[in-house]
């Protein structure tokens, strides 16, 4: 049930992100497309107190419990940062804005992006250990390893983003002769 329902919010993520775009930018109803777009967390919301209330009810944790958590810290750290990309994108195609800027791709500026994708990937690991501690604590003496076995995971993933972005900081990639590295502008 509970995979079924993380399936549901990932697909209801992006028909939100959708619609909210199109009544955004093909209708012009901003306030609409704005309140579609702010029903986004409205999903992690009802998948976390139907992940609760699973555990509540006798079921044992298992990896749909970990993944629903690993769910939730994902869309906490890069939600908002992949609904203003899409949007940006959006204005650009729909409403004739300005091109989004894309990452910078050469130098420190690029470690420095890397690094800020890596804080928001501490940060989904932190959202989603918290999940799960408190999974652990709420079922108590029942089978636990399957949550401290995402916690893991979750930390792994945290140390492989890590060493990626540390790379981009000691081997940063130069720009080609010609062109000037540009850094990227403020957020």
Known sequence: MIVGLIVACEVAFWVLLAAGLAVRYLLKWRRTGLA????????????FAVTAADLRNGAEPGPEHGLAALYIGFTVAYGHLTIRWLDGHAAHRL???????????????????EGRLWLRTVLAAVVACALLQGAVRYVGDG???SLRGYQWTALRVVAIHG??????????KRAPKGEPERPRPPA
């Open 163 to 172: 060493v990626i972005a540390l790379s981009y900081l000691v081997l940063p």
């Open 143 to 145: 089978a636990t390893e």
């Open 36 to 47: 579609l777009l702010l029903g986004e967390p409205l999903l992690e919301l009802v998948l």
């Open 95 to 113: 409403a004739g804005g300005p091109r989004p800027p894309g990452p910078p791709r050469h130098g420190m500026a690029r470690a420095a992006h």
